[in-house]
């Protein structure tokens, strides 16, 4: 491993023009484009490159590649080897300097961490041959803990807690590989009939479909008009029924508190398991109370997909504030913090169903939701699938018969087509220059 250098990089800002056909509206993002910052790593091994990537919903693409390219700075002519014997030491370095001034670990410098983390993890996996879940689940309690960035969280984690959890979840590890290989390890959800965008027509027949291929849970968008939700809730219910399957809601943050509250307790009638960002992702304690408040109508309260980092992670856990964890791959500092709130979740006992609503999500929670579930909490782990702009990826993730099938490519399944970027990069891609993309380029200008 100390053979292989990393000699260069390239950033590209790719954006899918998903506003076309709303896939991807909710509350908050009336129509976005579904887009990745990408980096591609290169190394001085023929053959041998790596990718990452975060995800954004289009304008904003650029701020996360400008951060992207400083951070990659700091990593080219450094050995794999020097990158991954102390994985946490290479996060708190990425973290650190002048740059910590324009976070410190959040928004969209924190993404571009996340993004940059990544790209060394698929490295990782490359060179050795693994897919990345396979590549963290062999190893040992001591090396998991070697991978945390334990600051400001010791005083609900330590890493002799965490070491401990970890070789407690050595116990029937083998038999949950297994599983995973036989591709029963993560079952499914799907949102891609929930958008809010979507006419009455177009989500039922979506429904009809999706439970047709085997899906047991399904996610509506809510939030910005009660009559409609009752309408497209009543629709969910008169496709799927209630027995032996769940309805979610997701509010995309649009309620104040006691907003939310009053909503939800007239949405309770068609049982939502829970209604996700229901609030701000910052508002811990309101969090909390929107979860007291609707415990006696049955519905519980999840959020995550722009939960910044493992601060405000420790926090939501310590208020008992969420039912659920949704953890996204990229929006915290990539596989490592993961890993930290992963352990975090275990000791709150709240179950974790990654976010994935988004392009190329998928592709990097399908392993985070195995490692969840070979290694952590040891219990089936749900994930969102959202069945869109799989074909632009090298390694799409799968679906079948409501299960994710477990990838065993090498690496981190994040790798895009150079036809992919030829198309649609922003803004000089086919796609972008096109009559059809510059109308798409003029909407997103003005903010729309
Ligand atoms: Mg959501």
Redesign the pocket.
Known sequence: MDKVIITSYSIHDIRFPTSLQKDGS?AMNKSPDYSGAFIILRTNVPNLKAYGMTFTSGSGNEVVCVAMETLAKRIVGRSLAALTENMSMTYRTLVSGQIRWIGPEKGALHMATGAVVNSIWDLWGRYEGKPVWRLVCEMSPEELVNLIDFRYIVDVLTPEEALQMLREGQQGKEQRMQDALNNKAVPAYTTSAGWLGYSDEKVKTLLKETVKEGFKYFKMKVGSNIDDDRRKLAIARSVIGYNGVKLMV?A?QVWDVEEAIEYMKQLAEYKPWFI??PTSPDDILGHARIRRELEPYGVGVATG?QCQNRVIWKQLFQAGAIDIA?IDACRVGGVNEVLCILLMAKKFGVPVIP?S?GVGLPEYTQHISTIDYVLISQKLSLLEYVDHLHEYFRYPCRVVNGYFTTPLEPGYSIEIYDSTIDEFEFPHGAFWVSPIGKEVTEIMLQGL
């Open positions: 909710d997701d995309n996700e960002e997909e949704q976010h609503g």
